[in-house]
T-cell receptor, first 117, second 112 residues
Framework: KAGVTQTPRYLIKTRGQQVTLSCSPI?????VSWYQQTPGQGLQFLFE?????QRNKGNFPGRFSGRQFSNSRSEMNVSTLELGDSALYLC????WGSGDEVGNEQFFGPGTRLTVL | GNSVTQMEGPVTLSEEAFLTINCTYT??????LFWYVQYPGEGLQLLLK?????DKGSNKGFEATYRKETTSFHLEKGSVQVSDSAVYFC???????????FGQGTELSVKP
Protein backbone atom coordinates (compact mmCIF):
# COMPACT_ATOMS: atom_id res chain seq x y z
CA LYS A 1 0.00 0.00 0.00
CA ALA A 2 1.13 3.53 -0.63
CA GLY A 3 2.00 5.46 2.50
CA VAL A 4 0.59 8.67 3.86
CA THR A 5 1.30 11.62 1.59
CA GLN A 6 1.33 15.28 2.50
CA THR A 7 1.45 18.33 0.29
CA PRO A 8 3.16 20.65 0.06
CA ARG A 9 6.38 19.57 1.76
CA TYR A 10 7.58 23.10 2.38
CA LEU A 11 5.71 26.36 2.71
CA ILE A 12 6.72 29.93 3.49
CA LYS A 13 4.08 32.44 4.52
CA THR A 14 3.96 35.83 6.19
CA ARG A 15 2.17 36.82 9.36
CA GLY A 16 -1.55 37.34 8.93
CA GLN A 17 -1.88 35.04 5.94
CA GLN A 18 -3.71 31.75 5.97
CA VAL A 19 -2.52 28.34 4.83
CA THR A 20 -4.05 25.01 3.86
CA LEU A 21 -2.20 21.72 4.17
CA SER A 22 -3.30 18.47 2.60
CA CYS A 23 -3.02 14.84 3.65
CA SER A 24 -3.91 11.63 1.84
CA PRO A 25 -4.15 8.62 4.17
CA ILE A 26 -3.28 5.02 3.50
CA UNK A 27 -5.94 3.38 1.38
CA UNK A 28 -8.69 1.98 3.61
CA UNK A 29 -7.84 4.12 6.62
CA UNK A 30 -10.67 6.35 7.74
CA UNK A 31 -9.00 8.04 10.71
CA VAL A 32 -6.68 10.97 10.05
CA SER A 33 -4.89 12.84 12.82
CA TRP A 34 -2.82 16.01 12.71
CA TYR A 35 0.12 16.95 14.91
CA GLN A 36 2.30 20.01 15.29
CA GLN A 37 5.99 19.50 16.00
CA THR A 38 8.16 22.32 17.32
CA PRO A 39 11.52 22.29 19.13
CA GLY A 40 10.01 23.93 22.19
CA GLN A 41 6.70 22.11 22.55
CA GLY A 42 7.52 18.79 20.91
CA LEU A 43 4.74 16.82 19.28
CA GLN A 44 1.26 18.07 20.05
CA PHE A 45 -2.04 16.64 18.90
CA LEU A 46 -4.21 19.03 16.89
CA PHE A 47 -7.29 17.02 15.92
CA GLU A 48 -8.54 13.75 14.50
CA UNK A 49 -11.13 13.12 11.83
CA UNK A 50 -13.06 9.96 11.18
CA UNK A 51 -15.66 9.56 8.43
CA UNK A 52 -15.72 13.31 7.79
CA UNK A 53 -16.37 14.15 11.47
CA GLN A 54 -13.99 15.64 13.98
CA ARG A 55 -13.75 13.00 16.67
CA ASN A 56 -10.98 14.39 18.90
CA LYS A 57 -9.52 17.82 19.38
CA GLY A 58 -6.39 19.07 21.10
CA ASN A 59 -5.80 22.38 22.85
CA PHE A 60 -5.21 24.72 19.97
CA PRO A 61 -6.95 28.01 19.21
CA GLY A 62 -9.79 28.24 16.74
CA ARG A 63 -7.41 29.55 14.07
CA PHE A 64 -6.54 25.90 13.53
CA SER A 65 -9.24 23.98 11.75
CA GLY A 66 -9.58 20.93 9.58
CA ARG A 67 -11.90 18.85 7.53
CA GLN A 68 -12.11 15.44 5.96
CA PHE A 69 -13.59 14.48 2.64
CA SER A 70 -15.59 11.42 1.69
CA ASN A 71 -12.45 9.75 0.29
CA SER A 72 -10.79 10.22 3.73
CA ARG A 73 -8.37 12.86 2.46
CA SER A 74 -7.97 15.62 4.98
CA GLU A 75 -6.98 19.26 5.01
CA MET A 76 -6.00 21.51 7.84
CA ASN A 77 -6.18 25.26 7.74
CA VAL A 78 -4.45 27.87 9.83
CA SER A 79 -5.80 31.39 9.57
CA THR A 80 -4.13 34.64 10.62
CA LEU A 81 -0.71 33.07 10.84
CA GLU A 82 1.61 33.97 13.71
CA LEU A 83 5.37 33.54 13.95
CA GLY A 84 4.82 30.81 16.54
CA ASP A 85 2.95 28.70 13.99
CA SER A 86 6.24 27.88 12.29
CA ALA A 87 6.50 24.13 12.72
CA LEU A 88 6.50 20.73 11.10
CA TYR A 89 2.90 19.61 10.64
CA LEU A 90 2.49 15.87 10.58
CA CYS A 91 -0.48 13.90 9.41
CA UNK A 92 -1.09 10.30 10.44
CA UNK A 93 -3.65 7.74 9.39
CA UNK A 94 -4.97 4.76 11.27
CA UNK A 95 -7.36 1.90 10.85
CA TRP A 96 -8.85 2.76 14.23
CA GLY A 97 -12.63 2.51 14.18
CA SER A 98 -12.65 0.64 10.89
CA GLY A 99 -12.30 -2.81 12.37
CA ASP A 100 -8.52 -2.65 11.99
CA GLU A 101 -7.86 -1.62 15.54
CA VAL A 102 -4.31 -2.84 16.21
CA GLY A 103 -4.16 -0.59 19.25
CA ASN A 104 -4.49 2.57 17.21
CA GLU A 105 -1.22 2.17 15.36
CA GLN A 106 -0.74 5.39 13.40
CA PHE A 107 1.24 5.80 10.20
CA PHE A 108 2.83 9.15 9.59
CA GLY A 109 3.49 11.16 6.50
CA PRO A 110 6.72 13.08 5.88
CA GLY A 111 5.21 16.32 7.14
CA THR A 112 4.82 19.86 5.85
CA ARG A 113 7.44 22.32 7.04
CA LEU A 114 5.71 25.70 7.53
CA THR A 115 7.78 28.81 8.02
CA VAL A 116 6.03 32.04 8.98
CA LEU A 117 7.98 35.24 8.37
CA GLY B 1 -4.68 13.14 32.59
CA ASN B 2 -2.56 11.17 30.16
CA SER B 3 1.14 11.94 29.85
CA VAL B 4 4.45 10.40 28.83
CA THR B 5 7.87 11.18 30.29
CA GLN B 6 11.12 10.19 28.58
CA MET B 7 14.69 10.45 29.71
CA GLU B 8 16.32 13.57 28.44
CA GLY B 9 18.90 13.52 25.71
CA PRO B 10 21.02 13.77 23.87
CA VAL B 11 22.40 10.31 24.41
CA THR B 12 25.79 9.59 22.84
CA LEU B 13 27.03 6.01 22.54
CA SER B 14 29.80 4.17 20.78
CA GLU B 15 28.91 1.59 18.16
CA GLU B 16 27.97 -1.81 19.66
CA ALA B 17 27.12 -0.28 23.05
CA PHE B 18 23.95 -1.21 24.94
CA LEU B 19 21.07 1.25 24.71
CA THR B 20 18.33 2.02 27.21
CA ILE B 21 15.91 4.92 26.84
CA ASN B 22 13.55 5.22 29.78
CA CYS B 23 9.86 5.94 29.32
CA THR B 24 7.14 6.16 31.95
CA TYR B 25 3.51 7.05 31.49
CA THR B 26 0.40 8.20 33.31
CA UNK B 27 -2.92 7.08 31.93
CA UNK B 28 -6.38 5.92 32.79
CA UNK B 29 -6.81 2.21 32.25
CA UNK B 30 -4.44 0.33 29.99
CA UNK B 31 -3.46 2.34 26.95
CA UNK B 32 -1.51 1.03 23.97
CA LEU B 33 2.16 2.00 24.01
CA PHE B 34 4.48 2.78 21.12
CA TRP B 35 8.01 3.74 20.23
CA TYR B 36 8.45 5.87 17.13
CA VAL B 37 11.72 6.92 15.49
CA GLN B 38 12.37 10.08 13.48
CA TYR B 39 15.35 10.42 11.19
CA PRO B 40 16.51 13.91 10.15
CA GLY B 41 14.12 15.59 7.75
CA GLU B 42 11.58 12.80 7.90
CA GLY B 43 8.27 11.95 9.55
CA LEU B 44 7.82 9.40 12.30
CA GLN B 45 8.19 5.67 11.77
CA LEU B 46 6.66 3.13 14.09
CA LEU B 47 9.45 1.12 15.70
CA LEU B 48 7.46 -1.18 17.96
CA LYS B 49 4.26 -1.41 19.97
CA UNK B 50 2.55 -3.20 22.85
CA UNK B 51 -1.16 -3.23 23.43
CA UNK B 52 -1.50 -4.90 26.84
CA UNK B 53 0.39 -5.46 30.05
CA UNK B 54 3.45 -7.74 29.85
CA ASP B 55 3.48 -7.59 26.04
CA LYS B 56 6.95 -7.26 24.57
CA GLY B 57 7.29 -5.31 21.36
CA SER B 58 10.34 -5.92 19.21
CA ASN B 59 11.72 -4.82 15.85
CA LYS B 60 15.18 -4.42 14.27
CA GLY B 61 16.89 -5.51 17.50
CA PHE B 62 14.96 -3.04 19.64
CA GLU B 63 12.71 -4.27 22.44
CA ALA B 64 10.35 -2.79 25.01
CA THR B 65 8.10 -4.46 27.58
CA TYR B 66 4.79 -3.01 28.79
CA ARG B 67 5.15 -2.93 32.59
CA LYS B 68 1.86 -2.09 34.26
CA GLU B 69 3.23 -2.23 37.80
CA THR B 70 5.87 0.42 37.08
CA THR B 71 3.92 2.19 34.29
CA SER B 72 6.99 1.94 32.09
CA PHE B 73 7.91 1.04 28.53
CA HIS B 74 11.69 1.33 28.34
CA LEU B 75 13.40 0.92 24.97
CA GLU B 76 16.48 -1.32 24.77
CA LYS B 77 18.90 -2.54 22.15
CA GLY B 78 21.84 -4.80 22.80
CA SER B 79 24.24 -3.38 20.21
CA VAL B 80 23.61 -0.03 18.54
CA GLN B 81 24.84 0.96 15.11
CA VAL B 82 25.67 4.34 13.61
CA SER B 83 22.51 4.01 11.53
CA ASP B 84 20.42 4.02 14.73
CA SER B 85 21.23 7.70 15.24
CA ALA B 86 17.84 9.44 15.33
CA VAL B 87 15.26 10.88 17.70
CA TYR B 88 13.13 8.34 19.56
CA PHE B 89 9.64 9.08 20.85
CA CYS B 90 7.63 7.12 23.35
CA UNK B 91 3.86 7.48 22.93
CA UNK B 92 0.60 6.22 24.32
CA UNK B 93 -2.82 5.88 22.80
CA UNK B 94 -5.67 6.36 25.28
CA UNK B 95 -8.45 3.82 25.38
CA UNK B 96 -10.73 6.04 23.32
CA UNK B 97 -8.17 6.01 20.52
CA UNK B 98 -7.81 8.59 17.80
CA UNK B 99 -4.75 10.36 19.11
CA UNK B 100 -1.26 9.75 20.38
CA UNK B 101 0.34 11.46 23.34
CA PHE B 102 4.10 11.75 22.95
CA GLY B 103 7.04 12.12 25.25
CA GLN B 104 9.49 14.91 24.52
CA GLY B 105 11.80 12.71 22.44
CA THR B 106 15.33 11.47 23.07
CA GLU B 107 18.06 12.20 20.57
CA LEU B 108 20.49 9.32 20.10
CA SER B 109 23.88 9.77 18.50
CA VAL B 110 26.01 6.69 17.81
CA LYS B 111 29.70 7.23 17.07
CA PRO B 112 31.84 4.75 15.10
Amino acid sequence: KAGVTQTPRYLIKTRGQQVTLSCSPISGHRSVSWYQQTPGQGLQFLFEYFSETQRNKGNFPGRFSGRQFSNSRSEMNVSTLELGDSALYLCASSGWGSGDEVGNEQFFGPGTRLTVL
Amino acid sequence: GNSVTQMEGPVTLSEEAFLTINCTYTATGYPSLFWYVQYPGEGLQLLLKATKADDKGSNKGFEATYRKETTSFHLEKGSVQVSDSAVYFCALSPLEGGKLIFGQGTELSVKP
